[in-house]
């Protein structure tokens, strides 16, 4: 029964696929079980052998995602961000076999975002080979200060990989941010400019779909753990 | 006047440092030990910082954020922090916040309560004294000196390196 419980908990799960494959005979048994005891006593017999090898209770604690699995599908697919320098509109979502790392940020951001960005450069460093799938992509939720002058420039100290993304128009910003159920704010109080900003990253593939999401202050070890997961089974299902 | 400072500084931290040594293998609170002296006056307020340290300023942001852990042998107030303005043209004590969600914001507070004998730590996502309005980016592998003002304590000049990541 621990294993039950397991995939409600947000933070420790299985892989992508093996959190499919659970809601999938999830699915089964609420089914059969609307019908009568004894298939309902079959579908449990049914899942308890199936879906303990599967589940994330195996004792291999390195197969975990260590970032939060969002229950609900998130896509970013066509969904598109202008990107400078160039001004080309750049989709949110992953090349082929890859990873993208979506983050809602500010430049004038001393405090959170860099953490962040640094976690995520040591985390590519921990991981050799793999770094080469990483692909990250910052959009600023305050273009008004984050012009194309600054953004890849900031951006450049971190990564020699990115996308700098700096929303044309309002309209834009917020349709990415709902993609991700993301929110972000720029208003003056008192002549000073106040930020408010979202703390996630959020890991993105091929189709656009939201893998894992990393809240503020995961280290870069966990990242790595996370990356060398999801690239992985990348290269797997090729 | 920053010399005496500084003495006052390095002399408070060493005197921290010889009572900590004192306390070690002892159950009851270290001020036990060290007050007996003079134990019918108050102690003098001392400062110790550990672990400090500012953040590499990203090239093409003129924003700079310090961090570190402050104990302290009375309760005393961090009500304030400086740099020269040779390194920021203003600097102010931080506190990042978190709304609802996952969202963030920073703003300035005008105290941050230091408890006797209770680290309060500097980190990023909370409290941090932050630089604004930099002079010139925060190299790596150079340093800045902070005063860091306290209610009681007065001013408490730290050497700073500048770093990638918490030490
Ligand atoms: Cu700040």
Known sequence: MACLFTQDEPRVTGTVSQRWNFSLLLDVFIK?????????????????????????????????LLGYVPPSQLSSS??????????????????????????????NCPDVCPTTLVAIKNAKKKIGALAERVDLAMITVDPQRDTANILPRYLSSFTDRFHALI???????????????????????????????????????????????????????????????????????? | ???????????????VSISGLAACGSDTESADTTVAANSTAPATPEITVTGQWARQSPMATDMGAAYMTINSNVDDELVGAMVDTSVA???????????EGDSMKMQEVKKIDVIAGTPTELKAGGYHVMLMK??????????????LKFAKAGDVVVTVPILEEAP
């Open chain 2, 134 to 147: 930099l002079v010139k980016p925060l190299e790596l592998g150079t340093e800045i000196s902070v005063t």
């Open chain 1, 167 to 238: 929303p044309a128009n309002d309209a834009e910003l917020r349709s990415a941010e709902n993609a991700f159920g993301a929110t972000s704010s720029v208003i003056t109080v008192d002549g000073k400019i106040e930020v408010v900003h979202g703390g996630t990253a959020y890991l993105v593939d091929d189709t656009g779909m939201v893998v894992v999401q990393w809240p503020f202050g995961l280290d870069s070890n966990s990242m790595a753990n996370d990356l060398t997961i999801l690239l992985n089974e990348r290269t797997q299902t090729k």
């Open chain 1, 78 to 107: 066509g969904v598109s961000v202008t990107e400078q320098p160039g001004g080309k509109a750049f989709e949110l979502k992953a090349q082929e076999g890859e990873v993208l790392i979506v983050y809602f940020g500010y430049t």
């Open chain 2, 89 to 99: 043209e203003m600097t102010q004590v931080h506190e990042t916040i978190m709304g």
């Open chain 1, 32 to 64: 059969l079980g609307m019908r009568n005891l004894r298939q309902t006593i079959l579908a449990v017999l049914a899942i308890s052998s199936l879906a303990l090898p599967l589940s994330a209770c195996s004792q291999e604690s390195t197969s975990s």
């Open chain 2, 1 to 15: 006047m920053k010399k005496t400072t500084k003495a006052i500084v390095v002399s408070a931290l060493s005197i």
